[in-house]
């Protein structure tokens, strides 16, 4: 049987930078993101006598080598779990080019795991979900639960999971993207990982994180947009910091992202308000109140060097189609 799962790619307003437990992926602080409606991975697994091998396929093409043992490792923990020895096909879309700082990762990850599981005949509750996606990439622990969502650092692999604050309708708030580069990052988020505690400022920035998730949480709760948007845009560039600053050094951004985030500012010197934040790669998360969207799009499709702007809404988690 062929089981097929679609999950958002989710965008972190507290990010996940560097890790406590590497093999685990035990992350070094709790982080909180929100699901996005327009940018999602949809998966298929079958799992079958008639495989002598795992074959995988991402956006129509076979995989090998790094990128598939990552996926078979996946797979391998699903497994053991159903004590099950089939191998499978997997076939993976995403509807947005992978590796360009859109979390593929987290949504590839996700809905590999709720696809797979299911294909195996297991049938697991989101916690569990959440823990065995953090296994295969941090950030895909998130885009199970709906709307908007707390990754709980914890302290062994059972403690650290993703659970909903809200459901997407909570919030009027939108994630309008910037593409300003569609073509595949050449140092992975795994390998960024690894090299954080070479800057010198990565100690001061996990000393501020716990106060940092407070402060954001009380804004989520309040619905305080501009001090939502001060700690998002601030946490930004914090985490950018301590990559740049890096040994070796990572430049995510091009020259068009820092043109997107100065406009950023100036238009809300002049009334527009929104913020910015960035992943592990070019594309700018314009972050804004839903009826401010349209018109942050407009301004964007006109700065020089954008690709294309993706305007997404809070979104669901990780579902079997
Ligand atoms: O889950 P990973 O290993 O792809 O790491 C994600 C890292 C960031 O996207 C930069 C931050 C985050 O919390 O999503």
Redesign the pocket.
């Known amino acids: 049987m062929i089981t097929t799962a679609k999950a958002p790619a ?3 307003f ?4 560097g890790k406590s437990n590497e093999k685990l ?1 035990l992350p070094m602080n709790s ?1 909180i ?1 929100m699901n996005l409606s327009e940018v999602y991975t949809t998966t298929s697994v079958e799992f079958s006598e008639k495989f002598k091998e795992d074959f995988i396929y991402i956006d129509g093409k076979r995989v090998k080598a790094k990128e598939k043992e990552r996926v078979v490792g996946q797979l391998d923990l699903i497994r053991n779990l159903a004590r099950i020895r089939l191998r499978a096909k997997v076939k993976s879309r995403n509807n947005f080019p992978k590796g360009t ?1 859109l ?1 593929s ?2 949504s590839g990850f996700a809905a590999l795991t709720l696809a797979a599981s299911k294909a195996a005949g297991l049938n697991l509750s989101e916690k569990e979900l959440s823990i065995i996606a953090r296994l295969g ?4 622990c ?1 885009s199970l639960p709906e709307g908007f969502v707390e990754w709980k650092a914890g302290d062994s692999s059972k403690t650290s999971y993703a659970y909903s604050l809200y459901p997407p309708n909570y919030w009027d708030i939108c994630d309008v993207v910037a593409m300003v580069g569609e073509s595949s990052k050449k140092v ?3 390998e ?2 690894a090299i954080v505690e070479s800057s010198l400022f990565y100690k001061v920035r996990i000393a501020g994180m716990k106060n940092k998730v407070r402060g954001i949480k009380d804004a989520l709760k309040k619905k305080d947009f501009t001090k939502f948007g001060e700690i998002l845009e601030e946490e930004a560039i914090n ?1 950018h910091v301590v990559m740049m600053t890096s040994e070796p050094p990572l430049y995510y951004w091009l020259p068009e992202t820092l043109d997107v985030m100065l406009s950023v500012i100036e238009w809300r010197d002049k009334g527009l308000e929104s913020y910015f934040t960035i ?2 790669g070019p594309n700018v998360h314009v972050i804004c109140q839903a009826r401010n969207a349209a018109r942050i799009k407009r301004r964007l499709i006109k700065l020089n060097g954008i690709k294309r702007v993706i305007i997404n809404k809070p979104s669901i988690g990780a579902r079997l189609i």
Do not use: E
Request: glycine share 12%; hydrophobic share 35%.
């Open positions: 989710n965008i972190a507290i990010k996940y930078w992926r982080s993101s700082g979390a990762s987290a990439s941090g950030s895909a998130r992975s988020s795994t960024g990982h985490m992943d592990a």
